[in-house]
């Protein structure tokens, strides 16, 4: 079943690469108590996300944040050296939280996973964008194709804020 607005996140736990090294952040440490923009790419480094999707969010990052955005994050099924060479080579190493959801858990307990396995990928997380209030969805933004990213997008998302 998919999470949809008005639901709860479910407990989770990340890696994140920092400056100090990796660090564990669990969805009640990136969520309570904050309103955060999440939003979801199939991999790392792959085209349409390194192009297009995370662009828009760091380009559009302090616009984000002036609309009462606590925080911005990014998760992808990567480990989380992929994570943090990803945030380091795009310039977003501490402008937005890059997090590894390395075994695909928290994609599946959103219903968000997709077999990509066809393309090489295996199991990934679907393309996405929401917005987190106190660890409740209140908006959803899903693609329906994971070569797209319009609806989850910067633009689209500060639209909705």
Known sequence: MTIAIGDKLPAATFKEKTVDGPVEISTEQLFAGKRVVLFAVPGAFTPTCSLNHLP?????RDTILSKGVDDIAVVAVNDWHVMGAWAQSSGGMGKIHFLADWDASFAKAL???VDLSGGGLGVRSKRYSMLVEDGVVKSLNIEESPGQATVSGAAAMIEQL
């Open 56 to 60: 828009g969010y760091l380009e559009n």
């Open 111 to 113: 219903g968000l996973d």
